[in-house]
């Protein structure tokens, strides 16, 4: 199914039922589908033509929806675009993408003004929240267009180029069709059984492919409240004022929620699910936040290639499933498939990760190199290593590029991080194998401590070798003030090496 028919079944089913709290107030299936509607139109109206790639860059506002969603109901093309990208950086992308239009907001002029003169493709410059230097305003274009129904769309056509989130190479941007999209709210609202009831507090920046989540409860029927930045003191009277039953974090987030966070707490009452993905979870961040929280957390897995693949339910991890899931991502969602690669199905063996399914990507953009070597035989290659229990439950354990090989050995990354995660001193730890003249990589510890804690570099490897075998243990450890992450909660190596090490 294309996501312009989707919207207009849920405009027609829900049409009353508020859609989108947001500071502005309550918006209503009919109200929201209207906007979304002008929007296509109002894009379509300057001359965009199916397959035309549109640039989205603008904060976490309703707006951004009601963009994100027009666009692909008009049959255009997302690029979604994250803000904290310098211009430079963000020129490169849209370049590359050979997008025809932006949607921006205001806030960001420096970083759009001059654009068309950069950008040979672009046509057009839309303004959220005013226009200025000769762009086109938002609120206007909406007024002059129609609300009515858009050109149908085929589910084969290409819905968003969504740009990788990686932590050491260059952007990739994945091809999602509206088909890989339907298949991922379809199987997303099964797995994390969601139903019209239900509100879904968001407090993630919208721009990434994790807001198919979100976009999940709407097209159940759902309401979704729009809260903005995250705010770890002020998160559970948030959730307490929206009346949300679910929510969604990165595991940054989910510690800095839980430290502010007491057991018991009334306002998390009516609280049922909060859905974390984007990187592990140390185990000892998990153990306390079940601790404070009790189950219910939901641990997610997926990649901008293939979202939203397995789900593990809060209520896994009660009783006995507290200790043997809590370093799981649970299982695959119908309709999908997972393999680990060179291991039999009913074995404990690791390897890399490989998924078959509605939800895996197109490919890349205009990189044929890349999309051979991540899409072979109908499967996508993740990079990720893992391995399943009995009861096929995945593990993640670790990524290929990240194996650290060091002398005759190797060591996987994981092992290390989850001990000296386990000291008392210890916040927060990445290990990554860096270049070395006489083992090939060494075992390189980059440390957090806690506030007013202190260990020092013999503590800690005294540590590792007291449950590690010596050859894992670091070689050398770097104390830092924190860790640089992406959205995703995933360690930036390049920026944090380059920051450390120069």
């Given amino acids: 199914m294309h996501i312009g028919t989707k ?150 056509d290409l819905a968003a180029l969504n740009f990788s989130g990686g932590t050491t190479g260059a952007p990739k941007a994945t091809m999602i069709r509206h088909r890989n999209l339907m298949a991922v709210t379809q199987n997303t609202i099964q797995g994390f059984e969601i139903d019209p009831e239900a509100i879904f507090l968001n407090v993630r920046p919208l721009w990434p492919i994790a807001q198919v989540v979100m976009m999940s409860y709407l097209m159940a029927g759902a309401t979704v409240v729009l809260g903005g930045r995250f705010d770890p003191e002020q998160f559970a009277a948030q959730i307490e004022r929206a009346g949300a039953t679910r929510t969604s974090l990165v595991p940054t987030q989910l510690v800095r929620f839980v430290e502010h966070a007491s057991p018991n707490d009334a306002r998390l009452a009516r609280l049922q699910a909060i859905h974390v993905g984007g990187s592990r979870i140390p185990p000892t961040v998990f153990e306390r936040a079940l601790a404070v929280l009790g189950p219910k957390i939901g641990v997610l897995y997926g990649l901008t290639e293939a979202p939203v693949t397995c789900y593990l339910k809060p209520r896994q991890l009660a009783g006995d499933g507290r200790q043997r899931l809590s370093d799981s991502v649970g299982q695959e969602l119908f309709g999908y498939q997972i393999k680990i690669d060179g291991a039999a199905d009913d074995t404990a063996q690791s390897g890399e990760v490989l998924i078959r399914g ?105 540590h590792c070798r007291a449950h590690l075998a010596s050859y894992k243990k670091p070689r050398k450890v770097h104390f830092v003030a924190s860790l640089p992450r992406s959205h995703y909660g995933k360690v930036l190596q390049a920026q944090l090496i380059a920051e450390v090490l120069g």
Wanted: charged content about 20%; cysteine-free; aromatic content about 6%.
């Fill in 358 to 462: 509605g939800n895996v990507m197109a490919g890349y953009w205009q990189n044929d190199i890349a999309t051979s070597v991540a899409l072979q035989d109908g499967w996508l290659h993740t990079g990720d290593v893992g391995q399943f229990d009995a009861a096929g439950n995945l593990f993640i354990v670790g990524r290929l590029k990240d194996v650290i090989r060091s002398g005759s050995s190797t060591v996987i990354p994981k092992e290390v991080e989850d001990v000296i995660g386990q000291h008392p001193a210890v916040s927060e730890v990445a290990v990554l194998g860096l270049a070395d003249v006489e083992w090939g990589e060494a075992v390189t510890a980059f440390v957090v401590l806690k506030t007013g804690q202190s260990v020092s570099e013999i503590d800690l490897q005294e």
């Fill in 7 to 156: 919207w207009a079944q849920l405009a027609r089913r829900h049409a009353d039922k508020t859609a989108i709290i947001d500071d502005a107030g309550h918006w209503s299936y009919l109200q929201f589908g209207s906007r979304i509607n002008r929007l296509g139109n109002a894009l379509l109206g300057l001359g965009l033509v199916t397959g035309d790639r549109v640039a989205l860059l603008a904060p976490d506002i309703r707006e951004y929806l009601e963009a994100d969603y027009g666009m692909m109901a008009a049959g255009l093309v997302r690029v979604p675009l994250d803000p904290r990208l310098t211009r430079n950086e963000l020129i490169a992308l849209m370049r590359h993408a050979g997008v025809r239009a932006v949607v921006s907001h205001a806030s960001f002029a420096e970083k759009i003004a001059g654009l068309s003169a950069e950008i040979e493709s672009l046509g057009a410059i839309i303004t959220i929240g005013g226009s200025r230097d000769g762009t086109l305003d938002y609120e206007t274009l909406l007024a002059a267009a129609s609300d009515g129904a858009l050109p149908e769309g085929d589910e084969n």
